[in-house]
């Protein structure tokens, strides 16, 4: 699987399918992977708050579904540098 597959997924079912598909069930390496095909941004903190895995995951699946991210790649592709 790479960045590109993930990054063409636009809603939950997808990511979802693409996980299964290619045999990913850790939330640690689903979190790399998505942050990864976003371009490793900053995406979350929570200071003084321990969170889990699975929460984790959850908020950047959602960072990831809003899709805002999607912008740099834009401007790359357009040659505009940010």
Do not use: H, Q
Request: glycine share 6%; net charge negative.
């Amino acid at each position: 699987m790479t960045e590109e597959n993930l990054a063409k997924c636009n809603d939950k079912a997808s990511v979802e399918s693409l996980w299964e598909r290619y045999k990913i069930t850790e939330y640690r390496e689903k979190i790399k992977l998505l942050r990864k095909s976003m371009g490793n941004p900053i995406t979350f903190c929570c200071f003084g708050k321990e969170m889990d895995e699975a929460s984790e995951y959850a908020v950047e699946l959602e960072i990831f579904i809003l899709g805002e991210w999607r912008i740099v790649d834009l401007y790359k592709r357009a040659g505009i540098g940010i």
